[in-house]
């Protein structure tokens, strides 16, 4: 990117977030949150290249105010996404027509790109297949010495903000716990010398601790925010997920991902999916906590290498893997005129 065009860069965030020391060399391009200044800079903004709406450059769930209204009117904005969509429906916010729509929609291959504009009603100008600037940075550290499992379910929607006690009380809960205690796993984990890692979703972190006396020698847990996400990807050798589009991520460095749907009909009842997760997904899919642990000592047994069909699926949802996803969208803006 032309130092030019640098300057009229900006990044807002809160600088008594942890998440601030990892981009403060780049202070003179950052603005404070909520301060005068992130006020002065969202009005009179050309683009707002963001993970999420336009509300959230302001405070979320807050009363309407004349700044928010304004940031709604006035908003131009490239969605980068949370990740790609394919196995959560979203169109009903972020579509075309929903409370939430964009402008531009990034997209990762012709396969996602055609879902956005079949399912959210996206002229296909505007869904630039472009791939995740975030992916640019993606690479493989994963180590010989040192073979782990990455364990990231998703979060559930009937969960969110519940008590411990009913959250315990919950197939979610009682699931994850099963496998983290399994003795044919912690069998196979010790004579292998490989480690199972749980991560939970951001929504769940407050749920931590209560998978805390399940760990083990070879099993444990990483609290929301002490590791970043993206370095567990990279170090990791295997995930085993649900539903989550952090699958893509690791498929994206041509790993293996396992997908463990023991709730599948009451997670497609609450959310859907784009593609049929029974025979589209790319990667084994387990329903049942035997069928799992059968499956990761099986990955274990073979290196934890991802299946040559599995890898052959992935590539679709992959137009590009290389280290240019990010100028390919500086790119595309340009030739927007933005």
């Known amino acids: ?110 396969n996602e790109h055609d879902i956005i504009v079949s399912e959210f009603e996206y002229a296909p100008e505007d869904v630039p297949i472009v791939g995740f600037c975030r992916w640019d940075v993606l690479e493989d550290k994963s180590s010989e010495t040192d073979k782990f499992i990455l364990l990231m379910p998703t979060w559930r929607s009937w969960l969110e903000e519940v008590d411990d006690s009913i959250f315990v009380d919950s197939d979610y809960y009682k699931n994850y716990s099963a496998l983290l205690t399994d003795e044919r796993l912690a069998e196979k984990l010790q004579k292998s010398g490989t480690r199972l890692v749980l991560y939970l979703h951001p929504k769940f972190a407050e749920y931590t601790d209560t998978f805390k006396d399940k760990v083990s020698e070879n099993i444990s847990y990483v609290p929301f925010g002490e590791r970043s996400l993206n370095e567990l990807l990279m170090e990791s050798h295997m995930l085993i997920t649900d539903y989550s589009s952090v699958c893509w991520d690791e498929l994206y460095q041509n790993k293996p991902v396992l997908f463990y749907q023991f709730d599948y009909e009451r997670y497609n009842l609450a959310h859907g999916s784009y593609i ?63």
């Open 1 to 110: 990117m032309p130092e030019s065009e640098k300057k009229n860069i900006f990044y807002i965030i809160d600088k008594n977030a942890p998440d601030y020391q990892r981009i403060k060399e780049y202070d003179k391009h950052i603005i404070q949150f909520m301060s005068i200044r992130h006020m002065i800079y969202v009005m009179a903004m050309k683009v707002c290249i963001a993970t999420d709406s336009t509300p959230h450059l302001y405070l979320w769930r807050t009363k309407p105010s004349i700044i928010r209204k304004n940031i709604k009117k006035r908003r131009k904005e490239l969605f980068l996404q949370h990740g790609v969509t394919a196995l959560k429906q979203v169109h009903s916010i972020f579509g075309a027509k929903s409370a939430s729509p964009m402008r531009y929609y990034v997209t990762t291959s012709k």
């Open 276 to 338: 049929n997760m029974e025979k589209d997904l790319p990667g084994d899919r387990a329903r049942d906590l035997d069928t799992l642990v059968d499956y990761i000592g099986e990955y274990i047994d073979n290196g934890l290498t991802i299946k040559p069909e599995h890898e052959a699926m992935a590539r679709g949802w992959f137009a590009y893997r290389d280290h240019s996803n990010s100028k390919r969208t500086f790119d595309f803006l340009k030739s927007q005129g933005l």
